[in-house]
């Protein structure tokens, strides 16, 4: 099973990202997706920090925070 990552439009399933925190995903994420940084992070909808460590089956969403352009 694996984790699906998205940002917008774009939707990646990633294995072997169970155990890794939101944080280390996002620095993967940023090249692969576009993501600045800024980004608020959600886990199965849920708003969550960096330090949140992903469980398989996970679904982890970026999001642009409201106010913020680009």
């Known amino acids: 099973m694996s984790v ?3 940002f ?3 939707t990646l399933s990633l294995e072997g990202q169970a155990g890794r925190t ?3 995903i996002r ?3 940023e090249n692969l997706l576009g993501l600045s940084g800024n ?3 959600r886990v199965n909808g849920q708003e969550v920090s960096d330090d949140k460590v992903v469980s398989e089956g996970e679904a982890i969403e970026f999001v ?3 106010g913020s352009k680009g």
């Open 8 to 10: 917008g439009a774009n």
């Open 22 to 24: 939101v944080g280390d």
């Open 27 to 29: 620095e993967d994420a």
């Open 4 to 6: 699906r990552i998205s």
């Open 39 to 41: 980004e608020a992070a």
């Open 64 to 66: 642009k925070v409201a």
